[in-house]
């Protein structure tokens, strides 16, 4: 039998991943005439989206010590174990120092672009001492177009006009971009028609590289689209990034400004700032484990939804969304009282309930009579949430709580995963729930909201508006403009600049990549739709292959990551050690299944050869 040929399409973590479990899975797999891997990917093999030529600044939201690329004993199903090291461990064995010169601590938040670097690192390990009959080759173009051939085959076309074949192919292909929406249409537009009278009008459809940013005059004013984590990284780059300097005195902290930072104001559709992840008290590994909402409950109520409906599929808001609620209210409530009750015989206190929803919608029921007093809320929230994060994740009652968000995930993923909500309450999560979990339980580390208050108070950010701003495009004097209603005034604010701190998620309706396009066009793969709704992602079965237009399997494909963001629930994380991470497990599934199919294919060869 020829050499067998695997493709990864993308190689970023994930592909990194899928490479990992090729390469230590093969010496127990048939390969009697070797094995070539080709890596495609324009970029540099393994960093993905993170660039290592990013700014220092600009720092991973995830403590050093919880991401890895490699297993352990708790990643099941997957096949043996290479051990390496994880994000934190590389960092201090590359003698790497924090900018205060102290030694890397396991709940240190690194700088992004040395995570690019541990990336570029996994790939050099993993691929270090390989058999010589494992060969690998890096084919450094965009793939356009993929065809499926008769003997099995799959063609892939990469962009400068060469091909390549490849028995088995790992779509792993990561971040993408959406085509301009009508409404960035609307805003170019608006732009262009308005720049000769006002030379500062920009208008940024995304802030990455944040190093575009610099283009923009200290003399503008400039409006950031958005309160979540790209938010930060775009108020990082305009002001650290030009020279300011953020200094501790006593329990504060203080910006002194360069001169170079323009005026920078904040809104978002809540107005509310991501809440800071608690001090990491769980080391690790650590995860709370549920006594409420369980993989067994989830099961029981799928089997009652289809006794009473004929359907299995679940109401989020209805039945799922009451179970997390009580978990985390008996996670508060046990963690203020340093005592845990018995959960048999729990009741949420109704107090307590509140409290809950109080973090999920800190301003509802309430009335602000202006822009002023509205700020004076959002810095006293984000004081209140600094001393909450301060707390920890284990000892204080607010994080503890809302980390149980984190700590569900994957129960989460089990009842939501390959169309398990109806199409109506997956859109109402995506639309509505997720936005608000992403807000209170995956935030930025804590320094980046001290950093926000200490702008603030220094003059340099503020809040444009209150909840439910309105954005207007003002012709008459050339500039953007915030329009919010107060209780005793309405409040305008004008803008020279735009930036929408917003990333894309995956969508295979709205893709800009040819390679997609192609694909969908070809009937290759299909969008994943949950009852008419399309949450994102293309259709694949449960062992992650996809999903033709004709509704086939295409068993010698596999997707995974972001292009599997729909049918898949949030697929966005690094892999973590010591948590059955579901990033590992899902490489390893895969790969061991194309190894079985490879082996099947082995022994129809030796039966034809003595038949």
């Known amino acids: 039998m020829a050499r067998t040929t695997i493709a990864i399409l993308g190689v970023g973590p994930r592909g990194l991943s899928i490479l990992e479990r090729l390469i230590t899975l093969y010496q127990q797999s048939p390969h009697s ?25 600009l720092l991973v939201n995830t403590v050093a010590s919880q991401i890895t690329l490699f297993g352990d004993e708790s990643v099941k199903n997957s096949g043996p174990i290479r051990r390496g090291l994880n994000f934190c461990e590389w960092a201090r064995a590359q003698g790497y120092r924090n900018k205060n010169g102290t030694e890397v601590q396991e709940n240190d938040y690194l700088p992004r672009r040395l995570l690019g670097e541990y990336l570029g690192w996994g790939y050099h390990e993993i691929t270090r001492g390989l058999p010589h009959d494992l060969v690998i080759r890096h084919r450094p173009y965009r793939a356009i177009n993929m065809t499926l051939q008769d003997n099995g085959k799959t063609t892939i076309a990469l962009q400068g006009g060469t091909c390549v074949t490849a028995d088995f192919v790992f779509l792993t292909t990561g971040h993408g971009h959406n085509r301009l929406s009508i409404d960035d249409h609307v805003l170019l537009q608006f732009v262009a028609a308005n720049r000769t009278q006002n030379p500062r009008l920009q208008y940024f459809s995304t802030p990455y590289p944040t190093t575009m940013l610099d283009e923009i005059s200290p003399q503008s004013r400039v409006l950031i689209q958005g309160m979540g984590l790209t938010a930060y990284d775009v108020l990082s780059q305009l002001t650290y990034g030009r020279g300011g300097i953020f200094t501790e005195e006593g329990d504060r902290l203080l910006y002194t400004p360069s001169g170079r930072e323009p005026d920078i104001a904040l809104f978002s559709r809540q107005a509310l700032p991501f809440s800071s992840r608690g001090r990491n008290q769980k080391g690790i590994g650590g995860q709370y484990h549920p006594a409420f909402i369980t993989l067994a409950v989830i099961d029981k109520l799928r089997q009652q939804t289809h006794s009473d409906t004929g359907s299995s599929k679940l109401d989020f808001e209805k039945q799922i969304l009451p179970l997390l609620v009580k978990e985390m209210c008996y996670v508060y409530r046990s963690t203020l009282d340093k005592h845990w009750p018995d959960a048999a015989t729990y009741q949420e206190d109704p107090a307590d309930r509140q409290r809950i929803l109080a973090l999920f ?14 700020t004076e809320f959002f810095m006293a929230h984000l004081i209140d949430d600094l001393h909450a994060a301060d707390l920890g994740n284990i000892e204080g009652a607010v994080k503890a709580a809302t980390d149980v968000i984190r700590d569900v995930r994957d129960i989460l993923r089990y009842a939501i995963d390959f169309g398990g909500l109806t199409g109506e309450s997956h859109e109402r999560l995506l639309e509505h729930y997720a936005p608000v979990f992403n807000r209170i339980a995956v935030g930025p580390p804590l320094v980046r909201n001290r950093e926000l208050l200490a702008l603030m108070e220094a003059g340099v950010v503020k809040v444009a508006g209150g909840p439910a701003s309105t954005l ?14 107060f209780a005793d005034t309405n409040s305008r604010t004008e803008f020279d600049v735009l930036v929408k701190a917003k990333i894309d998620g995956f969508s295979a309706l709205h893709d800009d990549s040819p390679f997609i396009h192609n694909l ?67 490489a ?14 082995y022994s129809m060869n030796d039966s034809n050869v003595f038949s």
């Open 33 to 57: 005439d070797g094995m070539e891997i080709l890596l495609v990917d324009p970029n540099e093999i393994g960093t993905g989206a993170h660039s290592p030529q990013q700014p220092d600044h």
């Open 361 to 374: 919608y800190p301003h509802q029921g309430m009335s602000f009579a202006s822009l002023q007093a509205y």
């Open 520 to 586: 969908i066009t070809q009937g290759i793969i299909r969008p994943f739709i949950n009852q008419g709704y399309h949450p994102g992602g293309i259709d694949i079965d449960r062992n992650q292959h996809p999903i033709s237009s004709e509704g086939e399997t295409q068993k010698s494909l596999w997707a995974l990551g972001v292009l599997a963001e729909g049918p898949n629930f949030y697929t966005y994380v690094l892999p973590r050690p010591q948590v059955n991470s579901r990033a590992l497990q899902d």
């Open 588 to 601: 390893g599934r895969c790969v061991t299944e194309m190894y079985q199919q490879l082996e099947q294919l």
């Open 472 to 485: 207007l495009l003002n012709a008459h004097s050339g500039c953007f403009e915030i329009n919010s209603t």
